[in-house]
């Protein structure tokens, strides 16, 4: 089965650092990997997508990166601030025939200390 | 523009009650989709729907009903409420398949005594 997990549960970071966030999936690489931030009590919402064939992508201080060799893919926030304190969903998307089929990882909490 | 409108917020149930929660979505989306998210677990997908009348199962099926009867609408029917199936339910729409961003309603948080 496709999975996909993210390795930290909880990030503790000071202000002003970069967060890294990873994200591993297993089998075969997605046609696509999204990222998610989700704040208490509220739904995901939509921050990035990587297609398979694209190494990176920025958006303000927002970047992911793919990498297929590790199955591996990390997000991350330059020049943190407390209001990124959130929880960071990541989703893979098989392509083909599998639809509306994202599979979620599980979430890593991110707390930035001021 | 509304976005994704989820009801109830909250809903205390017995168990082996039925109940629907509700689904809107103004965007025009063909895809729609239910999730449950639950501590530890992630958003697991229940069920799914490319177009109106067209709906599939997800990972955790058993238990809930759907139908698409029009594009903006897309209700999730529990059958007979179990304790397992307290969580929090949260409804999506999008214009492609997974090519495209997911917009979340705000979700309806289920309490099954």
């Known amino acids: 089965s496709q999975k996909i997990e993210q390795n930290s549960e909880a990030l503790n970071i000071q202000e002003g650092k970069t967060a890294t966030l990873t994200c591993n999936y297993t089998n075969y690489s997605p046609a696509y990997l999204q990222w998610y931030r989700q704040d208490p009590g509220r739904g995901p919402v939509f921050l990035l997508l990587i297609r398979e064939n694209e190494k990176e992508k920025r958006k303000e201080r927002l970047k992911v990166t793919f990498d297929t060799t590790l199955k591996q893919s990390l997000f991350h926030i330059t020049a943190s601030q407390p209001a990124d304190s959130a929880t960071y969903l990541c989703?893979?998307?098989?392509?083909?025939?599998?639809?509306?089929?994202?599979?979620f990882g599980q979430g890593t909490i991110l707390t930035v200390h001021p | 523009n509304a976005g994704v409108t989820q009801t109830p917020k909250f809903q205390v149930l017995k168990t082996g009650q039925s109940m629907t929660l509700q689904c809107a979505q103004d965007?025009?989306?063909?895809?729609m989709s239910w999730y449950r998210q639950d501590p530890g677990m992630g958003l697991r997908l229940i069920h799914y729907?490319?177009?109106?009348?067209?709906?599939d199962q997800g990972e955790v099926p058993n238990g809930y009903n759907v139908s698409r009867s029009t594009t903006e609408d897309f209700p999730l029917r529990l059958l007979s409420a179990a304790p397992s199936q307290t969580s929090v339910y949260f409804c999506?729409?999008?214009?492609?398949?997974?090519?495209?961003?997911?917009?979340f309603g705000d979700g309806t948080r289920l309490s099954i005594l």
């Open positions: 999506a729409s999008s214009s492609d398949r997974g090519s495209q961003p997911q917009h």
């Open positions: 965007m025009n989306h063909e895809y």
């Open positions: 989703a893979r998307y098989a392509g083909g025939t599998s639809y509306g089929k994202l599979t």
């Open positions: 729907s490319v177009g109106a009348g067209i709906t």
